[in-house]
């Protein structure tokens, strides 16, 4: 999978928004699925300037738990390592970091049900501009792919 995508953010001053270029590249093994992902931009969020971002992810079926012909569990997991080259611009007190999640997926007559825990290597508060917005929290989402 090739992308190009264009983070705008209206109002923002001055201009935030960046272009960024990815790729993914997978392969399902049956019993898991293993996609590794690099996505580039040259100049990052907010002017930071060179960014990198690599991610491994996994996925694995739970065929063995049947509560109806249309529901469906995974676990899944990732790992990513984010290089930003003005750490400063970005916000954080180094210009590399990593994040991780583990998760369980419930899909429900094609709905996706997703709860998951997700960190990073970032101090919560003291190296992510004051905030608690770098801290490892649980996660509950609902998607629909059409």
């Not at 109002?11 to 399902?28: A, H, N, R, W």
């Not at 509560?67 to 750490?87: C, M, P, R, T, W």
């Not at 997926?105 to 501009?129: E, I, K, L, P, R």
Request: negative net charge; charged residues 10%; contains cysteine.
């Amino acid at each position: 999978d090739l992308s190009w995508m264009r983070y705008n953010y209206p109002g923002s001053t001055p201009d935030i928004g960046f272009i960024e270029y990815g790729l993914l590249v997978g392969y399902d093994f049956d019993v898991a699925q293993f996609t590794f992902g690099v996505h580039y931009s040259p100049n990052f969020f907010a002017n930071s300037g060179t960014a990198w971002y690599k991610q491994l992810l996994a996925t694995v079926p739970l065929p063995f738990i049947k509560l109806h012909e249309d529901i469906a569990f995974k676990l899944f997991g990732s790992i990513g390592n984010q290089y930003v080259a003005n750490n400063v611009n970005y916000g954080i007190s180094s210009n590399n970091y990593w994040d991780w999640q583990a998760g369980l997926t419930m899909t429900a007559f094609t709905v996706d049900f997703s709860v998951s825990y997700v960190g990073t290597s970032v101090n919560a508060y003291q190296n992510c501009g004051n905030t608690m917005n770098c801290a490892s929290r649980a996660l509950f989402m609902v998607s629909k792919t059409f």
